[in-house]
């Protein structure tokens, strides 16, 4: 039998603070962002917390994506709740479909430009998520 030393391995620990994105990563990390859109406001939200201050251009258009679809995400939940309610429930439904139609087409096209490497503003963006932050 062979006796085999061993060598003492030795571990290093991660740094606390995380690696700045490079620019490619930097506009992937924004577009998806943006095209996380089509699901709600859920992923901007996750990319703007985890991402928010490893690129610049990730920051500001994960808080833009964010701030557009936050509202409509929760207009489209509470239509969808009541949707069951008689009479009236279909209206709800008609609101939730046309107006997720909108919110996944706009971030659609947002994704599509941020890809490119350039900055995007929703038109009709009521930044709540920022005004929500002002009243502190």
Same mark, same amino acid.
């Given at each position: 039998?062979?006796?085999?030393?061993?060598?003492?391995?030795?571990?290093?620990?991660?740094?606390? /603070? =995380?690696?700045? !994105?490079?620019?490619?990563?930097?506009?992937? %990390? +924004?577009? $998806?962002?943006?095209?996380?859109?089509?699901?709600?406001?859920?992923?901007?939200?996750?990319?703007?917390?985890?991402?928010?201050?490893?690129?610049?251009?990730?920051?500001?258009?994960?808080?833009?994506?964010?701030?557009?679809?936050?509202?409509?995400?929760?207009?489209?939940?509470?239509?969808?709740?009541? /949707? =069951?309610?008689? !009479?009236?429930?279909?209206?709800?439904?008609? %609101? +939730?479909? $046309?107006?997720?139609?909108?919110?996944?087409?706009?971030?659609?096209?947002?994704?599509?430009?941020?890809?490119?490497?350039?900055?995007?503003?929703?038109?009709?963006?009521?930044?709540?998520?920022?005004?929500?932050?002002?009243?502190?």
């Amino acid at each position: 039998m062979k006796s085999t030393s061993t060598a003492k391995a030795t571990f290093e620990g991660s740094s606390s /603070t =995380p690696n700045k !994105l490079t620019v490619h990563e930097d506009r992937n %990390i +924004a577009t $998806l962002a943006h095209f996380g859109g089509v699901i709600g406001c859920i992923p901007s939200g996750i990319v703007y917390y985890l991402y928010r201050d490893r690129g610049a251009f990730t920051e500001q258009e994960s808080r833009e994506a964010f701030n557009f679809t936050l509202l409509p995400t929760i207009i489209i939940v509470v239509s969808m709740l009541l /949707t =069951p309610l008689p !009479l009236v429930g279909w209206i709800f439904g008609l %609101i +939730a479909a $046309l107006l997720w139609s909108y919110l996944a087409l706009m971030s659609l096209i947002a994704g599509i430009k941020v890809n490119k490497g350039n900055p995007y503003q929703y038109r009709a963006n009521t930044m709540l998520f920022d005004r929500l932050l002002s009243r502190r």
